[in-house]
């Protein structure tokens, strides 16, 4: 005990970087040296004269001015500095500008960049550029004329596509709302179209094979989207938040869905189709939903999706961010767990059917439990807890639990992982004497939970089983506990006086280590 309580003290150690970055200001622009992986990656190490935008001192400074002249050259007392990046949210937020001009010279454009600009509606990306980074233009509801000048060796806008394209693999990296796909783009890059929010349509040209991780994340207009056939890949969360997008059709050479649901979040999605030769997925008549071939696994589902009778799976997060009201698990499906549910806070109503060898729902509880009553794997917000469970599955109510007050019921001994995280109504928990351990994450960012007494009886608190819980100020630790993670309460406020609670208890045990 004594060995596991220093590491959780150990744990809560932390360190100041040596020196901070020397930052003037010129002209209302604010400039920081380069840091040593970006002047490594222009190849100017150690020379003091190389900077970049690291933000400005005040937008009103540039509501005047409707085009910003990036300049790669300045002088600040009398030494002059060359601008070789412009940093994460450089120039963010700018209210009135409409076009911004790069000048030669600047040859790195980091994350978000220009996000946030409401006006801007052209940019221009000269030669010297030769990195950008993603979501340039996040929120830039206007911006439609995308220009990369013609000498860049690394990037092109060929086509007249509006979007920055690398050159090196045809991979389409930034779009904006006026971008079209060129049919010599293979791929669409992670978050490339992520937050155009006016686009209502895009066609997806013959020649991309994929579509990567979150590429049209938060495109609330697009209403239709036209996938080709050459298309093989579509990734995580690719539609991810698409709430206007109706219906969607996957081509016959799709041969990987990454990570769950492409499709959380899209609210008004109705219909979901593969075509009949693909032969990977399939698509139920009247599913709306995509199966696994090889194993039966419900890979992607909508709102409107009803279980197949041959799925005999549930996939890692197929549910994930659907607006499901009630779910009744089938005969057919073995084994699932609630991780298919993430995101899924509507449910008010969880059944089994009555002949399901594994699993049942006592009647009026609202939970799906393992058949000797012992695990409850998936609750929702209207559950009632039975008397009889001894494990509170992984995720079972991870953001579904609607009660102010948490009353486990006496026999609990084990709280899983996630299990009652970032539930936002939770402010008070009553745990019983007969739980010994809380696993990774069980009450991760429920922001409201003010205080907590964890009884007698209680060994273990895994890692980040707290972490989050802005409003934690009290936890009562008892003389059970042997082991707490270094992280269990990071990011509460009690986090310190849980550091002295241990501490204290270290010495008192040292002390009497030493008496005998």
């Known amino acids: 005990m004594r060995h596991l309580l220093s590491i959780f003290l150990c744990g809560m150690a932390y360190s100041l970087s040596a020196s901070d970055d ?84 600047i040859e790195v454009i980091a994350d978000y960049a220009f996000a946030y600009c409401p006006h801007l509606r052209s940019a221009y990306i000269p030669a010297s550029v030769k990195r950008v980074e993603t979501e340039l233009f996040y929120a830039c509801p206007m911006m439609k004329e995308l220009i990369v000048d013609a000498g860049n060796k690394r990037y092109d806008s060929r086509d007249n596509a509006n979007a920055i394209i690398d050159s090196n693999n045809n ?67 690719a539609f991810e938040n698409c709430i206007s997008l109706d219906s969607i059709y996957i081509p016959e050479g799709v041969c990987a869905i990454r990570g769950g649901n492409p499709f959380a979040g899209c609210i008004r999605l109705s219909s979901v189709r593969v075509a009949e030769g693909n032969k990977e997925y399939y698509s139920a008549p009247g599913c709306n939903g995509i199966v696994c071939r090889e194993d039966s696994t419900l890979v ?5 999706t009803i279980m197949s009778p041959d799925v005999r799976k549930l996939g890692r997060h197929c549910f994930r961010g ?61 559950t009632r807890l039975p008397e009889g469970v001894e494990r509170i599955g992984d995720e079972a109510f991870r953001g579904r639990y609607d009660g102010s007050l948490l009353k486990l019921p006496m026999g609990v001994k084990e709280i899983g992982k996630h299990a009652f995280s970032e539930c936002p109504q939770i402010s008070s928990i009553a745990i019983p004497p007969t739980v010994m351990t809380i696993q990774d994450g069980a009450f991760a960012f ?71």
């Not at 579509?211 to 996938?227: D, H, W």
């Open 322 to 382: 659907t607006n499901i009201h009630s779910f009744t698990l089938p005969t057919t499906i073995m084994e699932f767990s609630a991780e298919s549910f993430y995101e899924c806070y509507e449910i008010d109503s969880l059944t089994v059917a009555p002949s399901h060898p594994t699993y049942m729902s006592p009647e009026g509880s609202n939970s799906i439990i393992t058949r000797d009553g012992k695990c409850l794997v998936l609750g929702c917000r209207t």
């Open 300 to 304: 992607a589902t909508c709102p409107a």
């Open 171 to 237: 991979t389409l990296c930034v779009a904006c709302n006026g971008t079209h796909i060129p049919q010599s783009v293979e791929s669409v890059s992670e978050f490339a179209f992520h937050g155009c929010d006016a686009m209502d349509s895009v066609v997806v040209s013959e020649g991309v094979t994929s579509i990567g991780y979150s590429a049209f994340l938060g495109c609330r207009s697009l209403r239709y989207i036209s996938l080709p056939t050459s298309l093989v890949t579509v990734g995580t969360d």
């Open 22 to 105: 020397i930052r003037f200001t010129e002209n209302g622009i604010v400039y920081a040296p380069l840091s040593y992986a970006a002047s490594r990656y222009i190849g100017r190490d150690g020379d003091s004269s190389y900077v970049k935008i690291d933000g400005y001192e005040n937008d009103s400074l540039f509501c005047d001015g409707k085009s910003l002249r990036v300049a790669a050259s300045i002088v600040h007392d009398g030494k002059q500095y060359w601008v070789k990046e412009i940093g994460k949210y450089g120039l963010a937020g700018l209210p009135n500008m409409e076009s911004i001009f790069i000048e030669q010279g």
């Open 446 to 516: 429920c922001p409201n939970l003010v205080s907590i007494s964890i009884p007698e009886g209680v060994r273990i608190i895994s890692s980040c089983a707290f972490e989050g819980c802005k409003s934690l100020i009290s936890v009562h630790l008892p003389s059970t506990v042997e082991s707490v993670s270094s992280d269990a309460f990071r990011g509460c406020p009690c986090e310190e006086s849980v550091k002295r609670n241990l501490e204290q208890r270290l010495k008192r045990q040292e002390t009497l280590l030493d008496e005998h």
